[in-house]
């Protein structure tokens, strides 16, 4: 970044502005300040070093002096080292304004949107942060920025998060990074010591979003009493042009009595009263889905969250406010709230029969506890509910009392761990919540080791479960003593051994699928039905090809009439490259001339598709290659000039599939097509599979494809749709939210289902046997379309 250097002399006229400079003498003032650090293992020549901290010793100033530093800013002379000093009463204070006048204020040319409350700020800060990047990269636009206790993204360094909200220096670096890089937007999270402490002193919020207020952080070394914690949150508004408040908080009177008095504009949010700015209303599960009614000045329109839990809502709503603060148009929010997901928050896992439910979850307070255990019994009703949770060493000692009694009052068993013990016994810590855990009448045991604890939880599990880590969520480090520990995350304890609880009961994939290979009579429920398979891409490339063919002879062998589609794209490219024939390509097809046709023919109906044919004969397969051309099976026109021959699927004859099927065989389909004029066309595999299943009337068609599905974010894996209609699949298309490479698969699943093909899954073929785990897995493994649900 590019950042004006001032002299000394210019940071010692604004200490004297704030009153915070006590003495000072010694270093020239027109001396330029190449850095203002606090750490000695960062300090270049001409750096101001600041002398801050309770375990701050004078072996760090020595070794900042070495390193460059020609002068010091602390609240006491350390006359051991050579140096002039910068006196100060308050050197918190005085960090914080230096660290924003070193990086030039960088928060005023940045919107800044600032979230604080007891719970929900993570989630709020990514709901938003998908909101910004979809409204701005419709516009060219970089990505937005995000601090939180998860991770920190400024447009130049991209990490896990260790605090909340990062001391001065820090912060205003990752400012001024995301204003050297374009950055538009950034939403943090700030703490409620953060703001007692005056980290984000000078900071310009763009918004403030006071989203609710419960007892959390009151101990000696954090907040003296409720009142401290509340007063300090409430800071927020007087550096913030819009404050965003929820009316359903605790002490929302006050709340929008402090915003009143600071902030210019007012939005507020609620879920009980109309009169608020955003007014969210008839929230319902639908599925997997949250759907809710948003009422604002400037729209009126249902929104729907794919991340669960219902008390989600007012962070999407509060989300929403920021959006009518800053002026994001609705169908950005929209499209955000439905693709957002929060790494550690409301993460579910379950099991191969759902018998064990797993809920990855960052509650650590009493606020926090009580809404996820609401959400959990209202959406798992009459399920088992196992807690697994621990507290940090020596601060919140009233979590210990009010997570223990909440955890008691709800779960039917609570295992205590390890949570950033830190230098506090965590046996001691497990006590201490279990006597609270114990007077609601609720069993326990004490587990110092969390990954056995998750263990214990699920291997304990007999009847329909629902086990809730909580107070880490994503975070990979664990604090034991005073160093922090390098450890799995809850979400990798939560796979690990849901996993092992289904090999433990037979119920793993891999474990189905060998059993079923050795009996395999017990598929002939699938006798007599048709299903094609487009078999090409990466799915044709990956380690996975045996066990897909081996899944087809499988099929075959109980009476299924199975149909091979395949494409080759590689293949063909390989042999051009060979044959030193120079290819290229117009809006994603291949041009195709007479030498390159011939060339496409000789790839997929001689060598790609025999191999397909040789190796299933190998497994025992009774296989038939054919082209398209052969026998009149697939009819195309010239698709564009411009193309050259380039064919457009127009009609298939299928007397020759069911000729081959009803002799036992399995016909293996290369898309080289007949022209109309009886020459050779080279059709696209996934058109010619959808023709191929609508002529024959399959049953299913299977797209083999390398995602896990039509995902309504391409990239991120965990939008997927696992079942859906044709209405919702045009709706999802006409809001944009299924868009570039999904859209052509998509349409073809929409035209195979209209033109009545049973149902359509789009399946990653890069799983082991991925046919066969769709075929007798309870739930889709990929996306399946049906005509309507």
Same mark, same amino acid.
């Given at each position: 970044?590019?950042?004006?250097?001032?002299?000394?002399?210019?940071?010692?006229?604004?200490?004297?502005?704030?009153?915070?400079?006590?003495?000072?003498?010694?270093?020239?003032?027109?001396?330029?300040?190449?850095?203002?650090?606090?750490?000695?293992?960062?300090?270049?020549?001409?750096?101001?070093?600041?002398?801050?901290?309770?375990?701050?010793?004078?072996?760090?100033?020595?070794?900042?002096?070495?390193?460059?530093?020609?002068?010091?800013?602390?609240?006491?002379?350390?006359?051991?080292?050579?140096?002039?000093?910068?006196?100060?009463?308050?050197?918190?204070?005085?960090?914080?304004?230096?660290?924003?006048?070193?990086?030039?204020?960088?928060?005023?040319?940045?919107?800044?949107? =600032?979230?604080?409350?007891?719970?929900?700020?993570?989630?709020?800060?990514?709901?938003?942060?998908?909101?910004?990047?979809?409204?701005?990269?419709?516009?060219?636009?970089?990505?937005?920025?995000?601090?939180?206790?998860?991770?920190?993204?400024?447009?130049?360094?991209?990490?896990?998060?260790?605090?909340?909200?990062?001391?001065?220096?820090?912060?205003?670096?990752?400012?001024?990074?995301?204003?050297?890089?374009?950055?538009?937007?950034?939403?943090?999270?700030?703490?409620?010591?953060?703001?007692?402490?005056?980290?984000?002193?000078?900071?310009?919020?763009?918004?403030?979003?006071?989203?609710?207020?419960?007892?959390?952080?009151?101990?000696?070394?954090?907040?003296?009493?409720?009142?401290?914690?509340?007063?300090?949150?409430?800071?927020?508004?007087?550096?913030?042009?819009?404050?965003?408040?929820?009316?359903?908080?605790?002490?929302?009177?006050?709340?929008?009595?402090?915003?009143?008095?600071?902030?210019?504009?007012?939005?507020?949010?609620?879920?009980?009263?109309?009169?608020?700015?955003?007014?969210?209303?008839?929230?319902?599960?639908?599925?997997?889905?949250?759907?809710?009614?948003?009422?604002?000045?400037?729209?009126?329109?249902?929104?729907?969250?794919?991340?669960?839990?219902?008390?989600?809502?007012?962070?999407?709503?509060?989300?929403?406010?920021?959006?009518?603060?800053?002026? $994001?148009?609705?169908?950005?929010?929209?499209?955000?709230?439905?693709?957002?997901?929060?790494?550690?928050?409301?993460?579910?896992?379950?099991?191969?029969?759902?018998?064990?439910?797993?809920?990855?979850?960052?509650?650590?307070?009493?606020?926090?506890?009580?809404?996820?255990?609401?959400?959990?019994?209202?959406?798992?009703?009459?399920?088992?509910?196992?807690?697994?949770?621990?507290?940090?060493?020596?601060?919140?000692?009233?979590?210990?009392?009010?997570?223990?009694?909440?955890?008691?009052?709800?779960?039917?068993?609570?295992?205590?761990?390890?949570?950033?013990?830190?230098?506090?016994?965590?046996?001691?810590?497990?006590?201490?919540?279990?006597?609270?855990?114990?007077?609601?009448?609720?069993?326990?045991?004490?587990?110092?080791?969390?990954?056995?604890?998750?263990?214990?939880? $699920?291997?304990?599990?007999?009847?329909?479960?629902?086990?809730?880590?909580?107070?880490?969520?994503?975070?990979?480090?664990?604090?034991?003593?005073?160093?922090?520990?390098?450890?799995?995350?809850?979400?990798?304890?939560?796979?690990?051994?849901?996993?092992?609880?289904?090999?433990?009961?037979?119920?793993?994939?891999?474990?189905?699928?060998?059993?079923?290979?050795?009996?395999?009579?017990?598929?002939?429920?699938?006798?007599?039905?048709?299903?094609?398979?487009?078999?090409? =891409?990466?799915?044709?490339?990956?380690?996975?090809?045996?066990?897909?063919?081996?899944?087809?002879?499988?099929?075959?062998?109980?009476?299924?009439?199975?149909?091979?589609?395949? =494409?080759?794209?590689?293949?063909?490219?390989?042999?051009?490259?060979?044959?030193?024939?120079?290819?290229?390509?117009?809006?994603?097809?291949? $041009?195709?001339?007479?030498?390159?046709?011939?060339?496409?023919?000789?790839?997929?109906?001689?060598?790609?598709?025999?191999?397909?044919?040789?190796?299933?004969?190998?497994?025992?397969?009774?296989?038939?290659?054919?082209?398209?051309?052969?026998?009149?099976?697939?009819?195309?026109?010239?698709?564009?000039?411009?193309?050259?021959?380039?064919?457009?699927?127009?009609?298939?004859?299928?007397?020759?599939?069911?000729?081959?099927?009803?002799?036992?065989?399995?016909?293996?389909?290369?898309?080289?097509?007949?022209?109309?004029?009886?020459?050779?066309?080279?059709?696209?595999?996934?058109?010619?599979?959808?023709?191929?299943?609508?002529?024959?009337?399959?049953?299913?068609?299977?797209?083999?494809?390398?995602?896990?599905?039509?995902?309504?974010?391409?990239?991120?894996?965990?939008?997927?749709?696992?079942?859906?209609?044709?209405?919702?699949?045009?709706?999802?298309?006409?809001?944009?939210?299924?868009?570039?490479?999904?859209?052509?698969?998509?349409?073809?699943?929409?035209?195979?289902?209209?033109?009545?093909?049973?149902?359509?899954?789009?399946?990653?073929?890069?799983?082991?046997?991925?046919?066969?785990?769709?075929?007798?897995?309870?739930?889709?493994?990929?996306?399946?379309?049906?005509?309507?649900?």
């Amino acid at each position: 970044m590019s950042l004006t250097l001032y002299p000394l002399g210019d940071y010692i006229q604004l200490l004297q502005r704030k009153n915070l400079q006590l003495e000072f003498s010694g270093a020239p003032l027109t001396r330029e300040v190449s850095l203002v650090s606090c750490d000695s293992r960062q300090v270049v020549p001409g750096t101001l070093f600041i002398c801050k901290g309770a375990h701050f010793k004078v072996e760090f100033l020595q070794s900042a002096k070495e390193q460059g530093a020609f002068a010091y800013l602390s609240e006491k002379r350390y006359d051991q080292v050579d140096l002039p000093c910068i006196l100060v009463s308050d050197v918190r204070l005085a960090m914080a304004l230096l660290a924003d006048f070193y990086y030039n204020h960088p928060s005023a040319k940045l919107g800044v949107v =600032g979230i604080t409350g007891t719970k929900g700020k993570s989630s709020t800060a990514y709901y938003l942060k998908y909101i910004f990047d979809e409204y701005l990269a419709a516009k060219g636009q970089p990505a937005s920025g995000v601090i939180s206790s998860i991770e920190t993204y400024d447009g130049v360094e991209k990490f896990e998060s260790h605090l909340t909200t990062p001391e001065p220096l820090d912060l205003e670096r990752h400012f001024a990074n995301g204003v050297a890089t374009g950055m538009r937007y950034l939403t943090m999270e700030v703490s409620s010591q953060a703001l007692k402490y005056d980290r984000v002193k000078n900071v310009e919020f763009a918004a403030a979003v006071f989203l609710n207020i419960g007892m959390d952080h009151i101990s000696p070394i954090e907040h003296p009493d409720f009142e401290d914690y509340f007063a300090s949150k409430l800071r927020i508004f007087s550096q913030a042009a819009a404050a965003c408040v929820n009316l359903d908080c605790d002490h929302a009177d006050r709340v929008l009595e402090a915003a009143r008095k600071s902030c210019p504009r007012m939005i507020t949010f609620s879920q009980k009263d109309p009169s608020a700015t955003i007014f969210g209303s008839q929230v319902r599960k639908v599925g997997g889905d949250i759907l809710f009614r948003v009422k604002t000045p400037r729209y009126s329109r249902e929104f729907r969250l794919t991340m669960p839990g219902l008390f989600n809502v007012q962070n999407a709503l509060a989300a929403l406010a920021v959006c009518e603060a800053v002026g $994001v148009p609705e169908q950005y929010a929209f499209a955000g709230l439905m693709k957002a997901r929060v790494p550690g928050r409301m993460e579910v896992y379950a099991n191969a029969d759902e018998k064990v439910t797993v809920i990855v979850d960052y509650a650590h307070n009493r606020l926090s506890f009580e809404t996820l255990f609401q959400s959990v019994r209202e959406e798992y009703p009459g399920r088992r509910i196992v807690t697994v949770f621990g507290c940090p060493g020596y601060k919140a000692y009233d979590r210990r009392k009010d997570l223990g009694e909440i955890s008691g009052q709800y779960s039917d068993l609570v295992i205590l761990t390890e949570e950033d013990a830190g230098e506090e016994p965590v046996e001691e810590i497990c006590r201490d919540i279990a006597q609270y855990v114990e007077q609601g009448g609720c069993d326990y045991s004490i587990v110092p080791d969390r990954g056995e604890a998750v263990r214990q939880a $699920v291997m304990g599990c007999q009847v329909p479960t629902v086990i809730l880590l909580t107070g880490k969520g994503a975070e990979t480090r664990q604090k034991r003593g005073i160093e922090y520990i390098d450890c799995p995350s809850d979400v990798d304890y939560a796979k690990e051994y849901l996993h092992e609880y289904d090999v433990q009961h037979g119920m793993d994939g891999m474990s189905k699928v060998r059993a079923l290979l050795d009996v395999l009579p017990l598929l002939r429920r699938y006798e007599g039905r048709t299903i094609v398979i487009k078999y090409g =891409g990466s799915a044709l490339d990956a380690a996975s090809t045996d066990t897909i063919l081996e899944d087809a002879a499988a099929l075959q062998s109980v009476g299924v009439r199975v149909i091979l589609v395949h =494409g080759g794209g590689k293949e063909i490219s390989a042999l051009l490259e060979r044959l030193q024939v120079e290819t290229h390509f117009e809006n994603g097809y291949r $041009v195709t001339d007479q030498t390159v046709l011939e060339t496409a023919e000789m790839a997929l109906s001689a060598r790609v598709n025999k191999s397909i044919v040789a190796a299933l004969d190998r497994i025992g397969a009774k296989a038939c290659g054919i082209s398209g051309r052969d026998g009149g099976l697939i009819t195309a026109r010239q698709k564009d000039k411009a193309l050259g021959l380039v064919g457009t699927i127009t009609k298939v004859d299928p007397r020759v599939l069911r000729t081959l099927l009803e002799g036992g065989f399995l016909p293996v389909v290369s898309p080289v097509s007949r022209g109309e004029d009886g020459g050779a066309l080279n059709c696209n595999a996934d058109d010619a599979a959808r023709a191929v299943a609508e002529a024959v009337g399959a049953d299913k068609l299977i797209f083999l494809t390398d995602t896990d599905g039509i995902l309504v974010d391409s990239h991120n894996q965990s939008t997927r749709i696992a079942k859906m209609d044709v209405s919702r699949a045009k709706e999802l298309m006409d809001s944009g939210l299924i868009a570039g490479g999904m859209i052509p698969k998509t349409l073809n699943c929409i035209h195979a289902v209209e033109h009545g093909v049973g149902s359509v899954t789009v399946l990653d073929g890069r799983m082991e046997h991925a046919i066969l785990l769709e075929a007798i897995s309870e739930k889709s493994l990929g996306t399946t379309m049906e005509k309507k649900r």
